[in-house]
């Protein structure tokens, strides 16, 4: 089984459109019946918008603890806030209260009560999905506003996605992944064999494709690149070019800006099956078909 | 007047929007870039980066000839960051969040801490005399969040009216520690199903922070109107639009900002600004 992650560094380059039209694209190929999906940016879970799955089944998705102060028997000494390193305690009208929101869970207060006023709680952070898409199932999540834990999402989400993939002997997981270099990419490209770099031809995709392709190189992961709205910025374009060339890292195609992708997204589909003659779709199939062979290298 | 630029979907135009409001906003500006893990405002601030510190958290150091392997260390640690295995004591630096919460309870005193560096913050003078601060996280670190509190903390060289802070992407914790203590939150979104749906995310953390918002919307004209009718609905007022113009992509791409690029946009950003402050005012 072989499991393959789309990141970027930068958001908004196009990973979940990519994402998307391989989905389709890999349905019409070999890989027919053969794909699990996973959507590993938790936070801004896009992918089922463009894939319109059938939703099957939910689960609450437990994330980290938050102290919770028992006014009853608090002694309002203050030890609580002078131990708290993340400013997660607030004293206002002789009461110190917990902001939830800040506090990282990490239980220190709770050990330094003499009151022993101090508990923890668990939340629910998020939703996990298990969904049918035309495609394959897809693997999803929602982490709730302003959770932590998003690295633990993300590795439930792709845990699942990969033993659906075992348990049915499915050859291929498809990993929508998250934009930054912080942990939930790292969760995403964990026992991934292929990592493909959507970059963007300016300033700032160039500046962030090399934090991405140091951080997958960190830990292990061969990477391929594509440029997306190349036409933007050919210089840029060369540059990303140039400078795979001088890394040996292959890259894989140039997708040329047009506005059919926001099209598709708003149709909710993937771009190669809403308007498969579109100059991005013909691009993106053309660099499906690199990706396969690199893929199984 | 502290002033956070977020948007939920990456790539929409945070920095565009946080780049011109403080080129417009005059001299008493303060830039932070707070996208640690992908910062891109220097590229287009041009700052002379002059000072710098390393920042991370706290690490257990065990003395091993004081520690009695009592394990109340590992008993306290939520993360499992710390664990006493017979008569060894071993420390994951990877799963440590830096608490304290082991050196304070250890009754041999035998833990002290040292500064694990996760990134660095840089700060200096932009050509137009703007005071400029960004955090750089280092390739292979996971936690943003306390390279973010810590730049959030970082004392500016001189005094300044406006903050203005460019947020990471997404919706989760290092987006929410950019917008604490903020006094109004732009959030700047593109008219498509993804622009939508991840405005909601970050509508929610600023009705959780119970801080001001107002929206932008850029790459106007591609997409649908779902984010207009949304905003309607939720009252988030809509402060500006950007289309959706080739020549401002282009000249974004190759480093340029957008109030350099069409001149026409100054005015409107000396309006949004004095818009955001009447709000905050409020």
Redesign the interface.
């Known amino acids: 089984m072989k499991q393959l992650i789309v990141l970027s560094g930068k958001g908004g380059t196009g990973k979940t459109s990519v994402t998307a039209a391989f989905a389709h694209l890999a349905a019409q190929s070999n890989f027919a019946n053969q794909v699990v999906l996973a959507d590993a940016d938790v936070d801004a879970a896009n992918l089922e918008l463009v894939l319109q799955p059938r939703l099957l089944e939910q689960e609450d998705f437990k994330g980290g603890k938050v102290a919770v102060i028992n006014q009853d028997t608090c002694s309002a000494c203050g030890d609580c806030q002078a131990v708290c390193r993340f400013d997660a305690i607030n004293h206002a009208d002789g009461l110190y209260v917990i902001d939830p929101i800040a506090c990282d869970g990490c239980a220190a207060c709770v050990y330094q009560c003499p009151s022993e006023s101090i508990t923890m709680r668990e939340q629910i952070a998020g939703k996990f999905y298990f969904s049918e898409s035309h495609y394959g199932p897809l693997y999803h999540a929602n982490l709730f506003p302003g959770q932590e834990n998003s690295g633990k999402l993300v590795t439930l989400v792709k845990q699942r996605a990969r033993l659906q993939a075992l348990d049915q002997n499915r050859e291929l997981v498809i990993v929508d992944g998250p934009p930054g270099i912080g942990c939930p990419v790292i969760s995403a490209v964990s026992g991934a064999s292929l990592a493909l770099i959507v970059a963007e031809p300016t300033v700032a995709g160039v500046h962030d494709m090399h934090r991405i392709l140091q951080t997958v190189k960190h830990f292990g992961v061969r990477a391929v690149v594509c440029i997306n709205k190349a036409d933007i910025y050919p210089a840029g374009a060369d540059e990303i070019e140039a400078f795979c060339r001088k890394n040996g890292i292959e890259t894989v195609g140039r997708i040329p800006f047009d506005l059919t992708v926001a099209s598709a997204m708003v149709a909710g589909e993937a771009v190669t099956a809403f308007r498969p003659q579109a100059p991005s779709s013909v691009a993106i199939s053309a660099i499906w078909e690199k990706v396969v062979p690199a893929l199984l290298e | 007047m502290r002033i956070v630029v977020a948007s939920?979907?990456?790539?929409?135009g945070k920095?565009t929007v946080a780049t011109s409001l403080a080129l417009t906003a005059g001299d008493s500006v303060r830039f932070m870039d707070c996208d640690v893990?992908?910062p891109?405002a220097a590229?287009?601030l041009n700052p002379k980066l002059d000072t710098r510190k390393e920042v991370g958290i706290?690490l257990p150091v065990v003395d091993e000839a004081l520690c009695t392997h009592c394990g109340k260390c590992a008993e306290?640690c939520?993360?499992h960051a710390i664990a006493v295995i017979g008569k060894k004591i071993l420390v994951f630096p990877e799963l440590c969040?830096?608490?304290?919460?082991c050196t304070?309870?250890c009754p041999e005193k035998a833990i002290s801490e040292r500064l694990d560096v996760m990134g660095v913050l840089e700060s200096g003078m932009t050509p137009s005399g703007m005071d400029f601060a960004q955090g750089v996280?280092n390739?292979?670190?996971?936690?943003?969040v306390p390279i973010i509190?810590e730049l959030k903390k970082w004392t500016p060289a001189h005094p300044f009216e406006i903050e203005i802070r460019d947020a990471?992407?997404?919706?989760?914790?290092?987006?929410?520690e950019t917008m604490?203590n903020a006094d109004f939150i732009l959030l700047v979104t593109e008219p498509?199903?993804?622009g939508l749906?991840?405005l909601k995310?970050?509508?929610?953390?600023t009705h959780?922070?119970g801080i001001p918002s107002g929206v932008i919307i850029n790459r106007d004209g591609?997409?649908?109107n779902a984010v207009e009718a949304y905003c309607d609905e939720a009252g988030l007022p809509i402060l500006l639009r950007i289309p959706?113009e080739?020549r401002f992509?282009?000249a974004?791409?190759?480093?340029r900002t957008l109030v350099d690029t069409a001149l026409e946009y100054r005015a409107a950003f000396e309006t949004l600004l004095q818009v955001i402050t009447a709000r905050v005012a409020k």
């Open positions: 939920g979907k990456g790539g929409t920095t893990e992908a891109n590229l287009f706290q306290v939520e993360f969040h830096g608490c304290g919460s304070l309870v996280m390739v292979g670190e996971p936690m943003a509190r990471p992407p997404g919706a989760s914790c290092p987006v929410v604490r498509t199903p993804f749906h991840d995310q970050v509508v929610g953390i959780e922070l591609i997409g649908n959706m080739r992509a282009e974004i791409a190759s480093g």
